[in-house]
């Protein structure tokens, strides 16, 4: 029985009841079409309507909301158009993503719907972030969250609700407890009563509602938009059921008839049409009529999307779509006069000058605030900038790299700093799939710096010694940025800050406070992408970046005292890279030896290698070399720990590839 604890309207009641058949038409449309092979997939929400619908529809529009894969109501009760929606749905040229994504896996800012990627949860932290810029705008709106009861189980979740706790942002977090995910039960899945009660444990507040109650949905929606406008982020755990597979052909085998039978009659739609017919709001002949003004509201756009063009590959707009075009060029601030900093010092400047600059900038980090980081990098920052750009986030990489890009999607500038470069891997999912793959699927520039201390020699062990950046460069809409000196680690990191595209920062320890230079007092920008040859000579080359710079710069010394003339490039780069400054310093020399620090297979210096034979074969008089660090762990104490960087070796591979 559906009961209002306000009275309702007809109007209002007619509205939602229009509200919730339009994606159940939709449905059973797309199975049809599904069934005449002319869509590949569908996974369907039949059944579950009343909780995307009635969120919707108790949001406010300036309200966000992120759906999963079984919210068409939330597209339609935003009032998303027909065409564009369904041409998305068919993969269509004219969709939101043109083609590049599938069903729901889209956003339309203007709509305020950021869509989903297919990593369960993932998107949690991301309306964070959301609800982070509204916080900080004061723009009195909120972030409806979604996910399934399957997903409650994933690291981001828990990071999300933790994360919206403690910044106490204005989120509701909805789970569709449908029973299943996929094939598994919920009892196999968690071991609490009810997944809302996991609220208390973050300290925020829990509903368990009935997800096939509109009015129940709605009213709980309202109450939680006001608390979490407040501060306090809400979780919500809607119960509905699953009324037909997963996805279409995954079938229903491992779902007892019996549950098929109750839930039936639990049916969203049946039971609010009971509700307009007890309230005399609805007959059977105006119920006839509202199903066929449905049917026909969306019959001629779906058509049509049919029919209309399918997306063409265009070799050059598809990978010109990987990134946000940079300035190439910016007013030089550079103001002549020369200072001497440190390594670190000019990151300090570099980072600070963007924020002074910018409003609009913020960092995000592990003890970041009134610590200033470990590494001391952000000291003073909190005083100068405030505590709603400085922010301190809870041990979170996930987390706080998902808040960054739902920053990103509002407008803002985030910084994250990675307490070690190690720690990465625990935000390995944001960085590959949400944030370096966003702008190309269907979504505005994503202008996040990620800063992360990396490198070896400071006998700190496995764990916090690793320099992992070669493991973004096979990343498309990444950019990987590894200064050497002092005056690329100021202009890098503030090209990096206004470059419009997600770039990874490497920062390496030992330099910090090792190396000092004069510098220009203001960061100059300048388009990522640029190598630079450090040092000219003309028996071989030494490509290299980061720490490298310094062991091949130092080795050129010694050997020049010998008559041997070497040339170092410098990368500053590794995603996009610089390979015509390669190739004019191979052609020159003819000798080539890639030095770099992580360990040898598969790093950095694999693809140069590849790539200079296939540019350079002709040029060579002598087979690459690559320099690494053993293929291992990196040990804790020192001698075990030189060894494994074998610098020791450098020395003797030149002289192998000057003998060649
Ligand atoms: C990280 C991740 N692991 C596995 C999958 C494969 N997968 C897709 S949907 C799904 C079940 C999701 O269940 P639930 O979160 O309850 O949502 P529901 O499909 O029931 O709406 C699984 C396992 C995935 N998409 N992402």
Known sequence: MIKTTKKISKERALEIYKSLLLPRQIEERMLNL????????????IGQEAVAVGVTLSSHKEDYILPMHRNLGVFTTRKVPFYPLFCQLFGKADGFSGGRERSFHFGSLEHNIVGMIS???AMMPVADGLALAKKIKKENAVAFSFCGDGATSEGDFHEALNLAAVWRLPVVFIIE????????????????????????????????????????????VEKARKLALKGESVLIEAKTFRMRGHEESSGTHYIPDLLFKDWAKKDPILRFEKFLEEEGFLNKKEQEKILEEIKASFKEDLDKALISKEPSFDRKKELGAVYAPAPTKLPSTENGQKVEKRFIDAIQSGLKQAFEEDDSTIILGQDIAEYGGVFKVTEGFLNQFGADRVRNTPIIESGALGAALGLCYAGMVPVVEMQF?????????????????????????????IRAPHG???????????????????????????????????NLLYSSILDPNPVLFFEHKKLYRSIRDDVAEKAVYEPLGKAKVKKAGSDATIVTYGMGVWWAL??????????????VVDLRTLLPLDLETIKTSVAKTHRVLLLQEPSLTMGPMAEISALISEHCFEKLDAPVIRCG??????????????????????EERIRELLEY
């Not at 660090?629 to 450098?650: G, S, T």
Request: with cysteine; aromatic share 10%; hydrophobic share 35%.
């Open 177 to 220: 407890n449908n029973g299943y995910g996929l094939s598994t039960p919920t009892n196999e899945q968690f071991a609490c009563e009810n997944l809302s009660d996991r609220a208390k444990g973050y300290g925020i507040k829990g509903f368990h509602i009935d997800g096939n109650n509109v009015i129940e949905v709605m009213e709980t």
């Open 34 to 45: 599904l069934r005449q092979n002319k869509i590949s997939k569908w996974f369907s929400g």
């Open 119 to 121: 990593h369960l949860a």
């Open 421 to 449: 470069s190690d720690f990465i891997s625990c935000g390995f999912n944001q960085i590959v799939n949400n944030i370096a793959k966003s702008h190309y699927r269907w979504s505005p520039a994503v202008n996040m710096t």
């Open 629 to 650: 660090a053993l293929d291992m762990p990196i040990p804790f104490n020192k001698a075990l720990e030189d060894e494994f960087l074998k610098r020791n070796v450098f």
């Open 554 to 567: 130092e080795t050129a010394e010694e050997l020049a005292k010998e008559g041997i003339s070497l040339e």
């Open 456 to 490: 070896g020699g400071v006998g700190a062990g496995p764990f916090h010694s690793q320099s992992p950046e070669g493991w973004f460069m096979q990343i498309p809409g990444l950019k990987v940025v590894v200064p050497a000196t002092v005056e690329d680690a100021q």
